[in-house]
């Protein structure tokens, strides 16, 4: 396993529409496995393909439950509403607040090419929500409806 770089926020592969994955090969394993680990070296509970630069519908997310890993994720079903202050790995200083659903249910494909569903709620729907944006260009910061100057939050903490 090997860390990637980052993409950070201003970066256009950000803003691309992600392509499907049509081969479950020993290279989407590779790129899989390296997404976690810098997924886990940078404490985030979340990272999309685009953001280590590669524009393919792959997502992995760790919410303290094990690893969960997406191909070609489609919510197939969002409940309810919640608000709460949202980041991402793409920009480490920027903090606000977003409305998701409550709930939110998904499929999508394992590493192997077999058909699975998650549902998530709470902090695991709102991953999944941040998430699949990135295969579509969307940034947190696109939907944030009030921005957190990182300050509060380590005065809070
Ligand atoms: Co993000």
Redo the contacts with the bound molecule.
């Keep these: 396993m090997a860390l990637r770089n980052i993409v950070k926020f201003g970066d256009d592969r950000l803003r691309k529409k992600c392509r499907e994955v049509t081969e479950f090969n020993d290279k989407l394993w590779v790129m899989l496995d390296d997404m976690y680990e810098t997924m886990k070296q940078s404490d985030g509970v ?3 393909a685009p ?1 280590i630069g590669i524009l393919r519908r792959v997502v992995v997310i760790d919410v303290g439950e094990g690893p969960i890993e997406l191909i070609n994720p489609v919510i197939t079903g969002m409940k309810g509403k919640q608000r709460e202050v949202e980041g ?3 920009s480490p200083n920027q903090w606000g607040y977003v409305e998701r659903p409550a709930k939110v249910k998904v499929t999508a494909f394992n590493r192997y090419g077999k058909e699975i569903k998650v549902e998530g709620t709470e902090l695991l729907a709102r991953a999944l929500c ?2 699949i944006d ?1 295969l579509n260009g969307i ?2 910061t696109d939907l944030a409806d009030e921005m957190v100057d990182p300050k509060d939050i380590e005065k809070d903490n």
Excluded: R
Aim: aromatic share 8%; with cysteine.
């Design positions: 979340g990272l999309a953001q991402c790995l793409s941040h998430e990135h940034l947190f």
